[in-house]
């Protein structure tokens, strides 16, 4: 989602069922792709979607991540995979997961 150099991106990719998959970067010159370069991991290896900073817990940073995200926090949004559900927008829908989350783990 943002240019850190000529050579590199960061990006949040969207959930995906285990296995190696194709990437696809589109430029004002065209597209390229890299064949088989990323592995997604299966769901009881991967992070919980809950676990916004990605530390192996979740709890209140994450929360506080997930409502900034929801109030228009650029920053968060661009850096955290904020939208837990997969439908296309952070809402109350993933405050709530992420509270649910963190009361009952």
């Known amino acids: 989602r943002r240019v850190i150099s000529d050579n590199e991106l960061e990006v949040v990719v969207p959930r995906h069922t285990a296995g190696v998959v194709d990437v696809a970067v589109t ?3 065209g ?6 370069i990323y592995t ?3 769901p009881a290896l991967a992070d919980l979607p809950e676990d916004i ?13 997930v409502v ?3 109030l228009g926090d650029k920053q968060v949004k ?9 439908d296309g927008s952070t809402d109350a829908l993933d405050v709530q997961s992420v ?7």
């Open 27 to 29: 430029t004002s010159n």
């Open 31 to 36: 597209t390229g792709i890299a064949y088989n």
């Open 40 to 42: 997604y991991l299966s």
């Open 53 to 65: 900073n990605n530390d192996g817990k979740v709890d209140a940073v994450d929360v506080e991540l």
């Open 68 to 70: 900034k995200a929801v």
């Open 78 to 86: 661009g850096t955290f995979g904020t939208d837990t559900n997969d």
């Open 99 to 105: 509270v649910n989350r963190a009361l009952y783990r």
